[in-house]
């Protein structure tokens, strides 16, 4: 039986996982009985949010529309949409021969589009370009039929039609796939010699009883129950517990043939042996590895720390299993003078950032004070000494930097032409600048910046998205390190540093940034027995302060009568008893707290 492996690209929202639902549905993949809408999005989050977080193999059995009677197996990958999850993409374009680029007809190109076809591109993939949402009164399938067309220098005719919706040109497609997606014997790694086993791991899970189960391409040989195999980077020997493929839950089979997409139950279960990317070949066979993918590099940074510090090996345990859904997050401990035992974490991007916090929240009940967000700094010293700063409370100060080093990105803003005067004013308000324009065959006008890493997670986005009336897309690459003029903002509550609240910000925003924090904790902080003072502290001086009053107890309300200085002695006994308090204080901030600075951004 012939095989295809083919994953969906697209922008956010334009119909990935409905048109795999119809896929599915359409071949009898599925239990009818079983099933329900986004069905490759296993996460509740992924239901609720309506978008893909990880990337879901299935297996679709399908007619070859040329020779009547053959049938073919498709291996499906659906892959997430948003810039935050390209990793995922990035691994799911290394098991495939071919992508469905599938655009929006009423939305036509996005930034995200642009940005996933350049990797498809740069790994030689077939590309079938496909219009969805054709069914809807606002679909411009004319215009966006050539400008998709135009983009890939082919015919417009080999632009398809489809509806997730409808299923309308669902069955079209799907012979496409199996007529211009070369099988996999076209593109295998033939690197060894003959009769070896070799495959790729492009995720993995984790289960209590099974261990580690690998996902794997199959590039070489073939895999069996029993097999005794080895993880060559991870240099573990294993033997094969169960293989199988995803329909798209895990089936067992006798045998995973070459070229397939399935998985393999190592019943390892010892954490940080398997890793995205390694090979899995016959044990003591020699054979060299495949090609893997690049290591994820994290671009915000925020520290976690338990609510109770009994809680911490805990919340360890938690990020252990997290790592082993989710290979894109980093985490390592560290420790506050006030926050006690706590874990430095590595992100993708904001979005990734939220979506971690939550699971932890859901999938472990875990309650958690989370720092501001921040970003890996190269700072070097007037000693002459070099050091990486991921927390904005160990940023040095500022008269001890000769210089600081921050991460810079590629943007790309794809919007109407109607926008565009709107849209420049904000690139000058948050530091970017101009590189290139161009104009696509539709009428858009396609801008690239380059910009601050840290301006673009300040909330770029949502004031591009706000400016256009959501018209505007935007997908972004790191570039490299370039020189900032950057200082440590520290909070201080009742004259103490408040180590989790300190940010680090430029100097032309230092000002602002100081009253913005100040004012928002004098807005969510809770009224203490005494006055509470809080401040704001850069470059040595204090920049912006406020005071929240003190809570007013009436210690005489009880007395009637009798003479006045009864009354008078009872609020000298007050007045005594919060200039002892105030003396010995200790101000415990609630999770609330943090949770509505850290909603402000950076």
Known sequence: MQTRN????????????TLADRMLELSGAVDKRK???????????ERERGITIKMQPARIPWRNPDIPGESVVINLIDTPGH????????????????????????????AQTLAVLQSACEEGL????????????????DEMRLSLASLLSVDPASVLLASGKTGAGVAELMDEVVRRVPPPSASLEK?????????????????????VILFVRVFEGSFHKGDALELLM??????????????????????????AIGYIVTGIKEPGIARIGDTVAARGARTPALRGFREPLPMVWASLYPESQDDFDYVRRALERIHLTDASVWYEEESSGILGRGFRVGFLGMLHMEIILERLRREFH???????????????????KRETVRSAH????????????????????????????????????????????DEFPDGRIAVVVEMPLRELMRGFHDNLKSISSGYASLSYEPLDMREGALTRLDVLIAEEEVPALARVVPLRRLEEEAKKIVAKLKETLPRQLFVLKIQARALGRILASERLAALRKDVTGHLYGGDVTRKRKLLEKQKKGKKRLLASAKVRIPPETFSAILKEGF
């Not at 099933?35 to 989050?45: S, V, Y």
């Not at 020997?237 to 006798?254: D, H, I, L, N, Y």
């Not at 100060?397 to 005067?421: K, N, S």
């Open 6 to 17: 083919i994953g969906i690209i697209a922008h956010v929202d334009h119909g990935k996982s």
């Open 35 to 45: 099933a329900r809408p986004q069905l490759l999005d296993m996460m509740d989050l």
């Open 83 to 110: 810039i935050d999850f390209s990793y995922e993409v990035s691994r799911a374009l290394k098991a495939v021969e071919g992508v469905i680029l599938l655009v929006d007809a009423t939305q036509g190109i996005q």
């Open 126 to 141: 077939a590309i079938i370009p496909v219009l969805s949402k054709v069914d809807l009164p606002t679909a411009r399938v």
């Open 191 to 211: 690197e060894g010699a003959a009769g070896v086993q070799r495959a790729l791991v492009f995720d993995f899970q984790y289960s209590e009883h099974q261990g």
């Open 234 to 259: 991870g240099s573990a020997s294993f033997q094969a517990a169960e293989v199988g493929v995803f329909v798209p839950e895990r089936v067992a089979q006798v045998e995973l043939e070459e070229g």
């Open 366 to 384: 875990l309650s958690f004070i989370t720092t501001q967000p921040s970003l890996a700094y190269e700072v070097e010293l007037r000693t002459g």
């Open 394 to 437: 160990k940023f040095p100060d500022y008269g001890m930097i000769q210089r600081v080093l921050e991460p810079w990105v590629r943007a790309r803003i794809i919007t109407p032409p109607e926008h565009l005067d709107a849209i420049m004013p904000l690139l000058y308000e948050f530091e970017a600048t101009m590189t290139d324009l």
